[in-house]
């Protein structure tokens, strides 16, 4: 049994890319470990068991690679090359091809590769160095209408989508107001949003019932954008069907609640306007709010979560970020009133 710690450690390493003399980088994120070295990247999956994904077999792991491959050629086509099998043979690991796995020799993992794209196109980047312009976002919002008019429909009724939100309230409520996640305004917050949710409930089954629920990206964020040409969207949520299923503006809210985070309140409702126009759909500014507030307790919640890990990464960042998104919560059922 190889551990995480035997394969981290090899991972590391520019030998097991076959690239001596090139410096291996390794970034943590919650769910993987990301490795770059030279032009490409590596992504393992971390063994870990949430209610919301399971990676705790060498089998969920491969099967999650291989969704992840398939579903990020979408909106990153020619970005994630494929997986690679990460080998035990004779007591030493290998990183090689499917085509090249030695027979016999056991596979303890699976790993994602992917094309090295540059940081300085990250749109999260292109916020904070101004460097931003309204025909790159106009750019996106193209290629994300593309991709919303040829991705498949979700069948959802009014009752199930009405309830995924209330759902989404409960697991708010069960972080959000427990120690050590108490929060200023948390409270009253969900309580707004209780109320948002009851009066745009109509709003919320009209999408249903005119099947505007799609399988979509999931975790559309600017850190996630490059702004390339055409612009490129990685990272889609690959573990959890269920978590992709959205209508385009509740992820394009989402958008524009990250990219109003970072200093850009521009980007969204250009972008909206954009791939209204390529859908020919252009829903209530009410809907956009309640889907607003509603991104923004989410994100306030999964910040805080953070501070439940038996050992949190970079603790003292959660609970002003999370802050921030009460403070865009309240900001967005004000407005969804406004709407009215």
């Known amino acids: 049994m190889i551990d995480s710690d035997a394969k981290l450690k090899f991972l590391q390493t520019a030998q097991a890319y076959g690239k001596t003399g090139l410096p291996v980088e390794c970034v943590e994120t919650h769910m993987s470990w990301v490795f770059l070295i030279g032009t490409r990247v590596y992504k393992l999956k971390k063994p870990v068991l949430f209610p919301f994904l399971d990676f705790s077999t060498v089998a969920g792991r491969e099967h999650s690679c291989r969704e992840e491959v398939r579903l990020n050629a979408r909106l990153a086509p020619g970005v994630y090359l494929g997986v690679l099998a990460l080998q035990k043979c004779e007591g030493r690991l290998s990183l090689v091809s ?22 300085d196109q990250v749109l999260l980047q292109a916020i904070a160095t101004h460097a931003v312009d309204e025909r790159a976002i106009d750019a996106l919002a193209y290629r994300l209408g593309a991709f ?13 989508y009405l309830r995924s939100f209330h759902c989404a309230q409960a697991a708010n409520r069960a972080v959000l107001l427990q120690p050590p996640c108490q929060i200023k305004d948390a409270a009253r917050a969900m309580d707004r949003l209780d109320a948002v949710l009851t009066q ?25 954008i490059f702004l390339t040409r055409p612009p490129v969207v990685i990272d889609c949520l690959e573990f959890n069907a269920q978590l992709r299923q959205v209508d385009p503006f509740d992820e394009l809210a ?5 990219c109003a985070v970072a200093g850009a309140q521009w980007i969204g409702p250009r972008t909206i306007e954009g791939v209204s126009r390529a859908l020919n759909d252009l829903p209530p500014p009410a809907l956009v709010h309640l889907y607003t507030a509603h991104r923004a307790l989410l994100r306030a919640r999964l910040s805080m979560a953070h ?32 709407s009215l």
Not at 98 to 119: I, K, N, S
Not at 254 to 258: A, K, P, Q, T
């Open 98 to 119: 499917e085509a090249q796995r030695t027979p016999g020799a056991e596979t303890v993992d699976w790993l994602v590769v992917m094309r090295r794209l540059h940081r």
């Open 200 to 224: 745009g409930a109509p709003l919320l089954r009209t999408r249903a019932a005119d099947h505007r629920v799609l399988d979509g990206h999931g975790d559309l964020r600017p850190d996630h």
């Open 148 to 160: 919303y008019k040829a991705t498949e429909v979700v069948q959802v009724s009014e009752e199930n």
């Open 307 to 338: 501070l439940l890990d038996p050992v949190p990464r970079s603790p003292g960042k959660w609970a002003p970020l999370a802050r921030r998104y009460v403070s865009h919560a309240l900001q967005a059922c004000s407005a969804f009133k406004s």
């Open 254 to 258: 989402y958008l524009g609640l990250e």
